[in-house]
């Protein structure tokens, strides 16, 4: 029973029944509606394998890729639920991949590259890779098809990343062997985030099929002559292959947010630059004001014609009557990830003064600021992201046009 609306309309609605699906009054009303069955989605699998039944498909379509961002409902125990890493709704950044046999092993390679290529621009760099095999009972196929998919996996490996990765032995889903990747959160618990899994079962238990020649070979992943068998043609089960980069993203930002106590990369940051001022100095409050409207709107640099794609900045400032090492505790404390201090020698000398530390990933940043300003750290040593200080904080002098070039280049060089 719910009880639904306010006012007037209250009376009327309080005795609806939630049926069906549909919020129903309570008294039988003859419907020539069918009734309608609703469900929550745990997966997207079955999904993508209607998609691709939609119309006949030949050698020619394949391979066939979705993608989707969907939220998806898991009944977890009430036990089990743990802040953002365990949830009972949750989004994941799902793919599919339905390919021929001949092209699961480049298909494999691409994904570890895509998932190499997306952890690298979030700077995550510990990481395992581990092989999982078949399990010793419970799964489903043939020895001789789970040896085949387990050599392409682990030739996908071995082509598509210089890391080294780690067998685990019957650990496998019981339809087929996958790749996980796992890190550790803050507390040195492990999870796994991204996943490649090969699935021979499911296509052909949903009678998935596309059009090739030669289907005998076709199914073995050897090379079709289509002058010799081009009068043998007929439907083979493609193979599906299930691939997550960062999984659950609730449980993703989770352990990211842990690992990295609240810091972010400058490109991802949703407080990316403040702009505070020493004195309330009329000349020094313009000055600011100049500078947040310069880093706010990026516009054509260096002669080069203004692109399409170029970032807007979120710059804020904070001109409040307080002591700059408030300001700039403040600013910390709000995860800003580059804290622009400006004072009447900044006004003199037409510069700002820089402090990147709450900047994840801090030898990425001096290699940075040491490219586009030579020398601006000297001694430096850049393992610990220590450079010279600022009124007591590691940062560094610069013109403003060199600290929109390191903001350029922070968010080109990851995005």
Request: proline share 6%; hydrophobic share 35%.
């Amino acid at each position: 029973m719910f009880i639904v609306g306010s006012g007037k309309n209250k009376k009327a609605l309080e005795q609806a029944q939630f049926v069906g699906g549909r919020l129903q009054p309570a008294k039988p009303v003859k419907e020539s509606k069918p009734e309608t069955t609703f469900g929550l989605k745990p997966m997207n699998c079955p999904g993508h394998c209607i998609l691709f039944a939609s119309k006949a498909r030949s050698y020619h379509d394949l391979p066939i890729r979705y993608a989707d961002f969907s939220p998806l409902h898991r009944d977890e125990v009430s036990g089990a639920l743990s802040g953002l890493t365990r949830v009972r709704r949750f989004h994941q950044d799902d793919g599919h991949i339905f390919c021929r046999p001949k092209q699961v092993k480049d298909e494999i390679v691409k994904s570890i590259q895509f998932l190499e290529t997306v952890y690298r621009v979030l700077g995550i760099d510990e990481y395992r890779l581990v092989l999982s095999t078949r399990p010793k009972e419970n799964f489903i196929g043939t020895p001789e098809e789970w040896e085949r998919a387990e050599q392409q996996l682990g030739d996908g490996l071995r082509q598509g990343t210089v890391k080294s990765f780690e067998c685990s032995h019957g650990d496998g889903a019981f339809y087929g062997p996958k790749i996980d990747a796992i890190i550790r959160d803050g507390s040195g618990k492990e999870h796994q985030i991204g996943t490649i899994q090969l699935d021979f079962q499911l296509p052909r238990r949903l009678d998935l099929s596309y059009v090739a020649f030669s289907p005998e070979k076709e199914e073995k992943g050897e090379e079709v002559d289509l002058i010799d068998d081009k009068d043998t043609k007929g439907p083979v089960v493609p193979v599906m292959i299930h691939r997550a980069v960062l999984g659950s993203l609730e449980r993703f930002m989770a352990i990211f947010m842990e690992k990295n106590e609240g810091r972010w990369p400058f490109w991802l940051n949703p407080h990316q630059v403040v702009v505070m001022t020493v004195t309330d100095n009329p000349s020094v409050k313009g000055y600011a004001e100049g500078v947040v409207n310069e880093l706010r709107n990026p516009k054509a640099d260096f002669g080069l014609p203004r692109r399409l794609n170029l970032p807007h900045y979120k710059v804020d400032h904070d001109y409040r009557n307080e002591t700059i090492a408030k300001k700039i505790a403040v600013a910390k404390e709000k995860g800003y990830a580059i804290l622009v201090v400006l004072g009447e020698k900044n006004v003199k000398n037409d510069c700002v003064d820089v402090e990147i530390s709450n900047i994840i990933d801090q030898k990425r940043v001096w290699t940075t600021i040491e490219r586009v300003r030579p020398g601006s750290q000297a001694p430096v040593q850049k393992d610990r992201g220590v450079g010279t200080h600022i009124r007591g904080f590691p940062g560094v002098r610069m013109t403003l046009m060199q600290l929109k070039r390191v903001m350029q280049i922070m968010t080109d060089k990851y995005i």
